[in-house]
Each structure stands twice: as C-alpha cells, then as structure tokens.
C-alpha cells in the first residue's frame, strides 16, 4: 500500500513515517516538498503520488499565536483539510487527519467521547474543528483527536517540543518546572498513536472519528511527579492553579479523552504510565550506552 504522509518532519509525522515504512511504500512530504495552503499544488502532488492512504500530519499547533494570525491557523488547520480530502476523493484514497481536545469547553467531569458537543474557545481550537468538518468531506476517513503529544523524532529540530517532554528536559537538567495542580489530561504517546493509526489502517476499521489517546487520566502535576520517579531524581515543581495561568488563548481546564470507541474497534491504548515509562527509557538508552563505553 502507498501512503503519503505530510507534514512528515514534524514529531507525530516522524512517527507515522516511521511506523508505515515497516511494511508500506511511504512517501514523506514536509512543508518545504509541499505548501498545502496552495489547492492546486495539494491537488497535484496527491494525484501524482496515487496514494492508496494520505495521512495528514501537517498542522499549526501555536495556540496562543493562532490568537493574533486566525488566518493562517485557519489556512493550515482547515482549507488545507479540504483540499487534501478533495484530493483523496478524487485519488480513491483514504484520509487520515489528527484533530485535538481543544475543540472541547472543558466543563466536563469525565472523559470527553466522540459523541460529545464541540465547544472551541479559541481561534486554535476553531480551525482545529472547521478542519475535522472539511476532513469528512473525502467520505473514506479516520479524524483521531490526539492530546498532549509526546515524544518521538523529528527530522527538523529536535524533540522535547510538547510540553510532556519540555517537563522531562526540566527534570533532568534540575530546572523547576512549572505544571498545573488542577488541568486535567489524557496524554498520547506519539509511538502509541502511530501504532493505533496503522491498525485502524490496515484492519479497514469502520470509518469516523476516533479519540486515540493512551488510556488513564491524570494531572499535570501527577504525571511530572511520574517522570521524577522514573528518572529516579528530585523533581523541582512549581505547582500552580490552572486559574492563575495567563495565557493568551483559552484552554479546556479538562480536557481527558475516551478511547472506548478505538478500544471497540479492537485496538486497545496502552495507559499512558506505560507509555511514558517506555518514553524515559528510551531517552535514558543514549546515557547507558555512553556509561557503559567508559
């Protein structure tokens, strides 16, 4: 099977390259192959590649800078969207698209399902949905809405972008890290995720959207406590209220995700204790390698 993958340098793009590459012919576009805020140009690639699945990994995720620029988070996050599910219709091709938890208010006090009301709170969030609209439009679709990406590669700049693994660099450099008490969140482990989009893939799943998060809610704060562990150092938390955060965009207070729908489909996220152990293990694999070569 060929899959085009865009936004193929960033750390979930990296990810599923590497992931379909195992038995799929990839084809990986980053934004300096592909401008998909150009119609035409998306058009073209995609009818040149003849893709049996596009997933779309491409996205502006500044929150707060989508605040001043709605334009370009709306070009990028929404009509691209439409362009690729164009695309994919008239290519027979499937779409894979990621959307997120800010298309939520935040009011709720349980894990949030795909049955639940949109309520966004932010020009982000706005185009994040308008995206998810455009992207059932190609007819053959996943929409997975992912939350609090960590981990994996990237081919552009280095990893540790999210703010899961900004805390694990805080951590083991000694530095406080600041982390709220009281935000709610379902992380997604970006090798977890790459794995479920696969399988939604290739076992042809029913189509529709998906929360494809790992399973288990915590708190900021709980999980900073949970890197500390695992790194087995002394942790330096500032601990504050979400309430006291001044941020330019709104965000949901909880934003925890259900995966019971992915788990129907067979598909079963590993918690996201486990996820992260295998995360830090990994980060901790370099350190052993270079210990045991003294």
Known sequence: MRVLVTGAAGQLGSAIVREFGRDHDVVPLTIADLDLTRHGDAMAAVAAVRPGVIVNCAAYNDVDGAEDDPVTALAVNGFA????AEAARQAGAALVHYSTDFVFDGTADRPYTEEDRPEPRSFY???????????GEAGRHYI?????LFGGASTATPLRRSSVDRIVEAIQEGREARVFTD?????????????ATRLLVERAAPFGLYHCVNSGVTTWLELAEAIGA????????????FAEAALKARRPKYCALSNAKLAAAGIAMPSWRDALARYVAALEEPN???TNLR
């Open 230 to 241: 695992l790194l087995n150092v002394t942790t330096r938390l500032l601990a504050v209220p």
């Open 125 to 135: 969030a706005i185009s994040k949905l308008v995206g998810d609209w455009f992207a």
């Open 144 to 148: 997975l809405r992912v939350e609090s």
């Open 81 to 84: 969207v439409r362009s690729l």
């Open 183 to 195: 935000r709610t969140v379902t992380p997604s482990f970006v090798a977890d995720v790459a794995v």
């Open 288 to 290: 052993r390698r270079a």
